[in-house]
């Protein structure tokens, strides 16, 4: 019978009953005190059909239990998955932070190196720039060298002009008070009306004798001399109308 078939197929060969074999039962008949055929018979159809829908049922728990076990193989495959892709995501994020953290440390590395660097550069100038400050500082000497011997000429021209019995202005007035050659704060001050007349005179009588005698004398001489004992006079006069 199919039914048979199907039970063995559900239940396995093991099973040695099934509803056909109950219903297929015979009993040998009793004389006397035996059960009614009727009765036995009932009772075999009923208990045929409680076996037949117990096999169903042990038939699709079978069916769900194996359903049950192919989704807890592929949720077996998925955590295990998952559980890999962890791992492997948690050794990347370690590398990660191990490369960041060197090159942190790289980063930090170069810039105190750079600062270091830079300080050094800070505290000492290149050579081109060493050697043009010290060519400038030379010039600058120079410069001062020449300012001072050109006011220590005009000073002894001066000298030479003013006589000295009519001269009241101090000698003072001509020092060198200043590195760059400028005279003092106030210096035309302190000259007085009688220099006038002497000066005048002077500068007309040695106009001659500043001339120079030949081509070959110094450069500076050559140059000509700004008239200071006139730009004197004309200071000494606008500061005393000014007092006036």
């Known amino acids: 019978m199919k039914q048979d078939r199907v039970i063995s197929e559900v239940l396995g060969e093991e099973i040695a009953l099934s509803p056909s074999d109950l219903l297929n039962q015979q009993f040998k008949r009793a004389g006397f005190g035996g059960y009614q055929r009727r009765q036995v018979d009932d009772f075999i159809e009923r208990v045929a059909d409680v076996l037949e829908g117990l096999i169903n049922q042990v038939r699709q728990l ?22 890999n892709t962890l791992m492997t995501s948690q050794h990347h994020g370690n590398q990660i932070l191990d490369a960041a953290r060197r090159e942190a440390h790289v980063i930090i590395e170069e810039a105190k190196l750079k600062r270091a660097q830079a300080q050094s550069d800070a505290t ?40 000295a019995d ?46 120079p005698d030949s081509a070959g004398e110094d450069q500076s001489m050559e140059t000509p001399m700004p008239d200071l004992a006139g730009d004197g006079l004309e200071a000494a006069e606008r500061d005393e109308n000014h007092e006036r």
């Open 62 to 83: 079978k069916e769900k239990n194996e359903e049950q076990r192919r989704a807890i193989a592929e949720y077996e495959e998925i955590e295990a998955a998952l559980r």
């Open 124 to 163: 000492k100038l290149p050579t081109h720039l060493a050697r043009d400050i010290q060519l400038l500082e030379q010039q600058r000497s120079r410069l001062r060298v020449e300012l001072l011997a050109i006011l220590e000429t005009h000073r002894k021209l001066i000298d030479s002009l003013v006589p």
């Open 166 to 211: 009519v001269a009241t202005t101090p000698m003072g007035f001509f020092e060198v008070g200043d590195p760059l050659g400028f005279p003092n704060d106030a210096p035309l001050a302190y000259a007085e009306e009688p220099i006038k007349p002497a000066l005048e005179s002077k500068s007309r009588d040695r106009a001659e004798e500043m001339e």
